[in-house]
């Protein structure tokens, strides 16, 4: 796969890193997990890159920061390079309406989080051992580990 003197150059692994805001192993890991093709190489054995896989390794950072998992991201590649036009079942859309209600149950339980720990921090909680067999504890030890997601839940 070398390119011949009538394709343009293409970008060496360094300069689509850098552009990217990845590092040289990241580039070459989403390589190994197919989420960005093998690129051509030059007469001397450099990989060249199209310019269009900084724009798809921004596009994998960025679906990262959203919360979504790279088995996920490359779905939504792959869905996205299927579609042909058409519109597709289970595509962004869902997904993202699907992760959206996954980050508004994590808020919610992070929400539960910071008042137990607030209220643990209230009322002068010192010792585990002694706040939980305590009756005035604010930590609902019993209901966190029994029934870990209604405890967090039920103290919002």
């Known amino acids: 796969m070398t390119s011949t003197s009538t394709e343009s150059p293409g970008l060496r692994r360094g300069k689509v890193a850098a552009a990217a805001g990845v590092g040289i192993e990241t580039l070459r890991y989403y390589e190994r997990r197919g989420l960005l093709a093998e690129p ?3 007469a001397g054995g450099h990989r060249l890159y199209p310019p269009e896989a900084v724009t ?4 994998v950072k960025a679906a990262q920061r959203l919360g979504f998992s790279l088995d996920e991201v490359a779905d939504l590649l792959a869905l996205g390079r299927h579609r042909h036009g058409k519109r ?3 595509g962004l859309q869902q997904r993202a309406a699907e992760k959206l209600v996954e980050v508004q149950d994590r808020i919610g339980d992070l929400v539960a989080i910071r008042d137990n720990l607030t209220a643990a921090l209230d009322a002068g909680c010192d010792d585990l051992l002694a706040c939980a067999a305590a009756e005035c504890c604010p930590i609902p030890f019993e209901a966190i580990t029994v029934h870990p997601h209604s405890a967090l839940v039920g103290r919002r």
């Open 56 to 59: 798809l390794l921004r596009v």
């Open 40 to 42: 051509d190489r030059s």
């Open 88 to 90: 597709v079942d289970a």
